[in-house]
């Protein structure tokens, strides 16, 4: 390393990371070595992803390709996954991502750093899960890795072409719902006769964390769809059936999961203070409590002064602030704080064409709130293409 030039990682390529990558390309300080690791060669965007299920949007519509990225950012790509930090040397350890690497390319162990910055979002930690849902990790399709559920769809798409299939899905969350209706959808449109669909919502009400009349609205899209609601939990998933915490079974094809989501196992050891779920502990200016040298934002930190639901939507205005206290760290400059806003904009998709919109107490649906989303979502996308 050349005297005076600083080292930051960027580990993930999350939301709030590609506007830091974004903002690097106008304007990078000369004395800055930045570096990114991150698994994939682009950043999907997961409020697509209900759109693509439903046949709306191909694949790369929903993505964000990262070389032109980061390219333009002047930054390198080490394409790993992060599998450990160990904050007293300043060091990221790496594991090689299957079927990338040429044979000429070697990775080392591990990414020194002089600051860090994490957007790695969130995870469905596969031991935790099996933990509570034995067979789940074997037999469910997943929807993190993102990645790897949209891999896996079309497959499930050929086999409803074959047989009249029964699709649940596990998990009443936004990201469950928005799923359920979109592969409603997508079955109904491809002239599928027959399939049957069921949400499992945990025990609760369908979209339980938000207000009473929309989850009214989301009840009222359930019926009319005819899909069945069981609020019940899945404690196992086996070949064929997904076992319920009241003693039955449900015969089920495809058992689609979308529970909430845990933090990264590899943050324990780390040395960060984090917190009761393991969640990266940052203050006002997105730094780790513990480590001042340390930034995340997005799912996998936890605001200890303003705690907030998380949503890429709060991921996304973690970005512009998080640029601007990394780039004065790395000048010696006052951090500045980031107020996430109280409530925000949101906006369930129904499949392709309807969505139910909320902010705070207030809510509504339409086919305008579905255009609207639509334009929020590609414009966010073709905001960070680079040609
Ligand atoms: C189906 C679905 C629909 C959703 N729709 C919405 C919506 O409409 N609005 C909304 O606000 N929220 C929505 N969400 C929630 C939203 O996806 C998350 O809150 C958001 O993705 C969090 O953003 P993030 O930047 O923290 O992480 P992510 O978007 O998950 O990005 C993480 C990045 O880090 C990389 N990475 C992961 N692990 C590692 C590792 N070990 N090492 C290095 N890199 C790693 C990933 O490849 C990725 O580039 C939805 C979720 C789902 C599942």
């Known amino acids: 390393m050349h005297h005076g030039i600083k080292k930051l990682l960027l580990l993930g390529a999350g939301h709030a990371h590609v506007h830091v990558l974004s903002r690097l390309a106008q304007n990078r300080p000369a004395d800055l070595d930045v570096t990114v690791l991150t698994p994939y060669p682009h950043q999907t965007y997961s409020g697509m992803t209900p759109g693509f299920v439903a046949g709306h949007y191909s694949e790369q519509d929903c993505q ?21 930090i160990d904050t007293a040397g300043r060091r990221v350890r790496l594991s090689p991502v299957a079927q990338s690497r040429s044979q000429d390319e070697i990775l080392p162990p591990d990414l020194p750093y002089q600051f860090l910055s994490i957007d790695t979002g969130a995870v469905i930690d596969r031991q935790r899960l099996e933990a509570e849902m034995p067979g789940a990790a074997a037999h469910a399709l997943i929807v993190r890795p993102i990645e790897v559920f949209a891999a896996h769809w079309p497959r499930v798409l050929e086999q409803a072409q074959a047989r009249a299939l029964s699709v649940a899905v596990i998990g009443a969350g936004a990201g469950g719902l928005e799923l359920l209706f979109a592969a409603e959808q997508r079955l109904r449109s491809a002239g599928v006769h027959g399939a049957c669909f069921t949400l499992i919502t945990g025990g609760g009400e369908p979209a339980a964390n938000y207000p009473a009349g929309l989850q009214a609205r989301v009840l ?19 070949q064929g059936v997904v076992r319920l915490g009241s003693g039955t079974g449900l015969a ?42 340390v930034f995340a934002a997005g799912d996998v930190s936890a605001r200890v002064d303003q705690p907030h639901p998380r949503s890429g939507v709060y991921a996304v205005r973690a970005g512009p602030p998080l640029a601007d206290n990394l780039l004065a760290t790395n000048s010696g400059q006052p951090l500045k704080p980031h107020h996430p806003p109280k409530n925000t904009l949101n906006l369930i998709s129904c499949g392709a064409g309807h969505a139910i919109a909320s902010w705070g107490p207030l809510h509504a649906e339409g086919g305008w709130a579905w255009r609207w989303k639509d334009r929020i979502d590609r414009g966010f996308v073709a905001k960070y293409r680079r040609p």
């Open 64 to 84: 964000i390709p990262l070389e032109p990225l980061i390219k333009a950012a002047g930054a390198k790509w080490v394409r790993a996954r992060c599998t450990g």
């Open 220 to 238: 009222r899209r359930l019926r009319r769809l005819n899909i069945t609601v069981l609020r019940d939990t899945c404690v196992g998933i086996d």
């Open 252 to 293: 089920c094809d495809i058992p689609i999961l979308a529970i909430g989501t845990h933090a990264p196992a590899w943050l324990q050891g780390s040395g960060l203070a984090l917190s009761e779920s393991g969640h990266v502990q940052v203050n006002q200016f997105q730094q780790s409590t513990s480590h001042p040298d």
